[in-house]
Each structure stands twice: as C-alpha cells, then as structure tokens.
C-alpha cells in the first residue's frame, strides 16, 4: 500500500474480505454497512472494456470494494470537494489510479464525461431522506448533503442513470424500504425494469431497513425476483452472511 498524508481527524479502515483501504473520517464521512452490500450485490463484466459509474460516491467505498470483482474502469462521481479528496487519496493509498477514477461534480454534469448511453453499470447509494419544512437535518453540512436529498433526489439520480446507461445495462442501488413504491414507479419512468430485490433486516424479528435493488435498461416488465432476505445481527454479533462479506472466510 502507498503512503497517503491524512487530515486530521481521519483514519484508514480496512474491508478485510477483499484488502481495501479506505479514508474515513467520522465529521466529514464514513462509509458504512450499505455500501458494502451494495457492492456485493452489483454484479458486474470483468472486461477491461466495461465502463462503471458510482453515483453519490461519497468517500469512493463503493467503487473502491467493486474494484477487485472487474478489470473495467471505474468513475466516482462526487459534488462535494472535500469527500472527493479523500476518495482520491484512498485510490492512491490502494495503488489504483489507473483504474478507479475521482470527479468533482454534481451528478447531474455526469454527461460531461461520458457520451449517453455508453455506461455498462451504474451504481448509487442515494441520499435517502427527502427535504421538508419539518424534517430534523444533520447539523454537519457533510453528512447533511450525503443522507438528504438537499444536492440532489431520487428523480435526478434515477434519470441520471438512465441517461448514461446503455440498453440492457444495469443499475444497482440502495435505498430505504419505505420509499420502494417510489423508487419503483420511477424506475420504470426512465425506462429502467426493476429485476431484483433483496431486503436487508436488522435482525431477524426487525422489519427491513435497506432495499437493495437491481434495475435494467430496456428490460422486460417481467421477471422481478425477490431474493431471500439478508439478516444482519443474531443477538450481539453479526450474522455469518455479513461477517464473510466484512472479513472474508
């Protein structure tokens, strides 16, 4: 690994199932359960051709964990500059310039570096909140913008893949269960076919907390399949499903 000066306040984790190392910082960003599921449940094309983009990458966790599962390129997309600075040193700290790749940028400028319609994959783990009058927001600006939908929402981030996506390419997010009727509904607005659904639960008494969702570009209606939950916790520890995907065998 190369060495990489860190701010304060930051620290290196590790993702010990497939030796990643990333920047986190608990006042700007950390990655958490979410992305590492998610990235688990992104399949992509091992082809040195293959081209992926991580929308709302926050500290790059999602691109960063789907880099050993493919030889293709990798594109971080990220409006706020100072989680765009840590995801690069996190590249570099993995020796990974040259296929993980870091922008500044609102995702909605996404198009600036990509023709449409010319992604394989795009993955995204979205601000999940949506902004109202009444709603209690993160005091921490930086975690404000990367839980709610202050930069950016669901409708954007969804057209937004669409329109880099190339027919029957693929999007893989995760989202909250309790807006999937939404999330669903307009998916399919933007030409994209919900195919697979997975629900993760805390435990396994708890009522699903994440949905993690794989949609198709052009795709049949037909076909959507539900796989078997994802239990997180049996008592005090995590489940073996989840432990394998933290530290591996």
């Not at 659904?197 to 009522?207: E, K, T, Y």
Request: with cysteine; aromatic share 6%.
């Amino acid at each position: 690994m190369e060495h990489v000066e860190l701010l304060p306040g930051e620290r290196i984790d590790q993702l010990y199932q497939n030796h990643i190392q990333i920047i986190q910082s608990d006042e700007v960003f950390s990655f958490s359960l979410d992305a590492v599921l998610l990235a688990n449940f992104t399949q992509v094309k091992q082809s040195a051709k293959t081209q992926i983009v991580d929308l709302c990458a926050g500290n790059g966790a999602v691109g960063l964990f789907l880099s050993p599962k493919t030889r293709g390129q990798i594109t971080e997309i990220e409006i706020q500059a100072r989680l765009c600075d840590m995801a690069r040193r996190s590249v570099q700290l993995n020796q990974l310039e040259n296929q993980v790749h870091v922008k500044h940028a609102d995702l909605n400028q996404s198009l600036r570096f990509f023709g449409k319609e010319t992604v394989d994959t795009v993955t995204v783990n979205p601000p999940y909140f949506p902004v109202q009058a009444t709603s209690r927001k993160n005091p921490n600006e930086h975690l404000a913008i990367a839980r709610h939908e202050l930069k950016t929402n669901l409708d954007e981030v969804v057209t937004m893949a669409s329109e880099l996506l190339k027919p029957w390419g693929k999007l893989f997010m995760v989202h909250r269960p309790d807006r999937l009727l939404e999330i669903l509904t307009t998916l399919q607005k933007q030409r994209l076919a919900p195919k697979r659904l997975q629900f993760v639960h805390p435990r396994d008494n708890r009522a699903a907390n994440m949905v993690l969702i794989a949609a198709s570009k052009d795709g049949q209606a037909a076909g959507l399949k539900v796989q078997p939950p994802l239990i997180v916790y049996d008592q005090d520890h995590y489940t073996p499903a989840v432990r394998k995907l933290l530290y591996g065998n």
